[in-house]
């Protein structure tokens, strides 16, 4: 009879702790979109790796022009008109 006085008390505060958290879970918007979250994580990662090739792939031709410019020795207009218009 003893227990019934500490388990009632018990599981109403933790009755009361899980209404809390439910309540904080709504309101942070955890379960705002459960369907595409897992696929967030990937496609969030494949836009990173393009604008990492993005950003390869424009500064690529400029290191190109300069190398091709310093390493020909000659001076030539015709050359570096041509890497200037790229």
């Known amino acids: 009879m003893l227990s019934i006085f500490l388990l009632i008390p018990l599981s109403l505060m933790l009755f009361v702790v899980a209404i809390w958290a439910v309540r904080y879970a709504v309101k942070s918007n955890q379960f705002e979109d459960l369907d595409n979250a897992s696929q967030r994580i990937i496609l969030d990662d494949r ?14 031709p400029t290191q190109k022009k300069y190398e091709t410019v310093a390493t020909d020795g000659k001076n030539d207009n015709s050359e570096i008109d041509k890497n200037s218009e790229v």
């Not at 836009?47 to 690529?60: G, L, M, N, P, V």
């Open 47 to 60: 836009q990173e790796r393009r604008q990492t090739i993005q950003a390869h792939e424009r500064s690529a």
